[in-house]
């Protein structure tokens, strides 16, 4: 019922900026918070940054100056501007919807590789 369509992987050289895309749709008026995680091989998953239904965002604090999660609404995508990207920041990205009922929903991820 909720659908996160990811898009804006693939592969940049060390350094760059990449921009990954989440395209919301089904019931989303629910919608409380979206998110971004990242889980390479063998990792745990861990929270990237966040937007709640106002616009406040939450960036993780490691990641603060290089990332920036932000949303359009008329779109209905929510978007993670990544730069000065490090190799081994190559991992599976993830979009992640969190309802009023408490429930999750996860996109399918996107890869992204970074290369020296």
């Known amino acids: 019922q909720v659908r996160l369509v990811e898009s804006g992987g693939g592969l940049v050289q060390a350094g760059g900026s990449l921009r990954l895309s989440c395209a919301v749709s089904?019931?989303?008026?629910?919608?409380?918070?979206l998110a971004w995680h990242r889980q390479a091989p063998g990792k745990q998953r861990e929270l990237v940054a966040t937007?709640?239904?106002?616009?406040?965002?939450t960036v993780e604090e490691p990641l603060k100056g290089r990332f920036t999660i932000a949303g359009d609404r008329a779109k209905n995508t929510v978007y993670l501007q990544m730069n000065s990207l490090n190799v081994d920041e190559t991992t599976v990205y993830y979009c992640?919807?969190?309802?009023?009922?408490?429930?999750?929903?996860w996109g399918q991820g996107t890869q992204v590789t970074v290369s020296t």
């Open positions: 089904g019931i989303i008026l629910g919608i409380n918070t």
């Open positions: 992640n919807a969190t309802n009023t009922k408490g429930g999750k929903f």
């Open positions: 937007i709640n239904r106002g616009g406040t965002t």
